[in-house]
């Protein structure tokens, strides 16, 4: 956790699903019915946990992508 901004209050549908170790901020959401994440992190400081993150967000944006039409 690098941030000086950190969401505190959650709109309808979302619920946290990740957290700052050491003070407990909230630094990832999750749409409860639709697939929409969002994440607070910097990627030039990924670990082994941030390369897990990135994996599955790319499955998600795979399975939910469309190809694209040859112009």
């Known amino acids: 956790h690098s941030h000086h901004q950190c969401a505190l209050k959650l709109g309808k549908g979302l619920k946290a699903t990740q957290w700052d170790a050491r003070d407990k901020h909230i630094e ?3 749409h409860t019915e639709y697939p ?7 990627p030039e400081h990924m670990d082994a946990r941030g390369t897990a993150i990135a994996k599955k967000f790319l499955r998600v944006c795979s399975k939910y992508s469309t190809p694209r039409k040859a112009a």
């Open 28 to 30: 990832g959401v999750e």
């Open 36 to 42: 929409v994440y969002g994440l607070q992190w910097h």
